[in-house]
T-cell receptor, first 113, second 115 residues
Framework: GENVEQHPSTLSVQEGDSAVIKCTYSDSASNYFPWYKQELGKGPQLIIDIRSNVGEKKDQRIAVTLNKTAKHFSLHITETQPEDSAVYFCAARRGTSYDKVIFGPGTSLSVIP | DVKVTQSSRYLVKRTGEKVFLECVQDMDHENMFWYRQDPGLGLRLIYFSYDVKMKEKGDIPEGYSVSREKKERFSLILESASTNQTSMYLC??????????????FGSGTRLTVV
């Protein structure tokens, strides 16, 4: 069935370093890939998304890249700060509905001051 | 900002009880969702709704039902709670595709423990 894998499951970086989280998806029809950040005690919050007609998208210190051929997409956080510590979820849209989204299992990022 | 409010932060219920989880959004969104979140499994879709009185099954609907009598309110019902339904439940809403924003807005979650 449709699946989204996400690696690593946990990641620790020093403040100021970069963090990279990688996801793969199985549904070749997927064309929308959002990323969510979940801070402790809160619901997930959309931080960036990318559609399949774009290879890369940036928003300040956050960037997402997409390789449709390989069915890979990645989240890059540069100059990490302690407030970046959270669980990050990648997701991929299934079929033609924006409401049929499948999530990866999550990556717990710790930024060490 | 869109607000999605879940009525309870923590709930403890007994096996066999009927449980209601309530969710309200304040931005007139048509689409609402219920997910459960379990460690290592990410978020899994239980049910969603496109409009009042409309509902569709997600990936794991067994043991659950939903109610949407008003546009702003979407309720998740556990007909007879079981211990394997102990989980974090997240409600979300979204404006329809074409209005420029495709992501979900989530509530803070309800952590349900069934004993």
């Amino acid at each position: 069935g449709e699946n989204v894998e996400q690696h690593p499951s946990t990641l620790s970086v020093q403040e100021g370093d970069s963090a990279v989280i990688k996801c793969t998806y199985s549904d070749s029809a997927s064309n929308y890939f959002p990323w969510y950040k979940q801070e402790l005690g809160k619901g997930p919050q959309l931080i960036i998304d990318i559609r399949s007609n774009v290879g890369e998208k940036k928003d300040q210190r956050i960037a997402v890249t997409l390789n449709k051929t390989a069915k890979h997409f990645s989240l890059h956080i540069t100059e990490t700060q302690p407030e970046d510590s959270a669980v990050y979820f990648c997701a991929a849209r299934r079929g033609t509905s924006y409401d049929k989204v499948i999530f990866g299992p999550g990556t717990s990022l710790s930024v060490i001051p | 900002d869109v607000k999605v409010t879940q009525s309870s932060r923590y709930l403890v219920k007994r096996t066999g009880e009927k449980v209601f989880l309530e969710c309200v959004q304040d931005m007139d969104h048509e689409n609402m969702f219920w997910y459960r979140q379990d460690p290592g499994l990410g978020l899994r879709l239980i049910y969603f709704s496109y409009d009042v009185k409309m509902k569709e099954k997600g990936d794991i609907p067994e043991g659950y039902s939903v109610s949407r009598e008003k546009k702003e309110r979407f309720s998740l019902i556990l007909e007879s709670a079981s211990t394997n339904q102990t989980s974090m439940y997240l409600c979300a809403s979204r404006s329809p595709a074409g209005q420029g924003h495709y992501g979900y807005t989530f509530g803070s979650g309800t952590r349900l423990t069934v004993v």
